[in-house]
């Protein structure tokens, strides 16, 4: 259980983010719901969250934006006392091949992937190190590791990813803060509309995974049972990258 930890996750109203969030808080985590775009969406998660009997708000930011992310932090703190678990998982795409991939189509992936786990991770960790505690999770991909034909900008930010949760986490660990990173492959969100049959083939398990099976992996690195893990890249795929 997470008894009245504060979790602060990006991108938390909707795909994978949103099953974090409502997994931590039926662990009873209160939680903090950064999104950027759909108010309603975020406010529905945060609703749904409240259903637990945990705290949940809902915070705009633009992760991407050092200041933005700065302020909200902040306002995060204002609002729950302080913050314990950080799981950055906003992310986007925008797929093309690198002889035809536009530079802002490169700027734009790597700017909220990549700079805004810088971000958020900057802003939080002085937190995490007064305190002596914290619990960072960072949501990669298995295009971090492989890479990805029409994905070189996804595949450069993840990869990115990684090199800070390890890094972060040889910086951090003597003031008992964990980071580790979770990298998924096919799960069953709005990126992954249209997954042809061919690809489902190469999954040895035989399907896409579910937002609820790595949100179970995320409160597992967010508990008490996983203090001895720190700078993991830990694969859920159903063995694609094998």
């Known amino acids: 259980m997470l008894n009245d930890k504060v979790a602060l996750i990006t991108g938390g109203n909707r795909g994978i983010g949103r099953a974090i969030t409502l997994k931590m808080a039926q662990q009873r985590a209160n939680v903090a719901i950064v999104y950027s775009g759909n108010a309603e969406m975020a406010e529905e998660t945060a609703m749904s969250a409240r259903e637990y009997g945990v705290i949940a708000e809902s915070f705009k930011c633009d992760v991407s934006d050092f200041t933005a992310v700065k302020e909200t932090v902040a306002a995060v703190k204002a609002r729950f006392g302080t913050i314990d678990i950080l799981v950055n998982n906003a992310g986007v795409t925008a797929d093309g091949l690198l002889l035809t991939m536009k530079e802002d189509a490169f700027d734009t992936v790597v700017d909220i992937n990549l700079k805004g786990t810088f971000n958020m991770t900057r802003h939080i960790v002085p937190i995490f190190v007064k305190k002596r505690s914290g619990r960072i999770i960072n949501i990669s991909s298995i295009a971090g590791l492989t890479g990805n034909p029409g994905q070189v900008n996804y595949a450069a ?9 390890k890094s972060a986490a040889k910086e951090l660990a003597s003031r008992n803060i964990c980071c580790n990173a979770i990298a ?12 042809n049959s061919h690809l489902m083939e ?24 996983a203090a001895y893990i720190t700078g993991e890249v830990i694969r859920i795929d159903g063995g694609l990258a094998i």
């Open 184 to 195: 998924p492959g096919f799960i069953e969100t709005g990126m992954i509309a249209g997954v």
């Open 157 to 165: 930010s993840k990869a990115g990813v990684i090199g800070i949760t």
């Open 202 to 225: 190469m999954i040895p398990l035989g399907r896409v995974g579910l937002p609820e099976e790595v949100a179970a992996l995320a409160v597992f690195l967010a508990s008490d049972e």
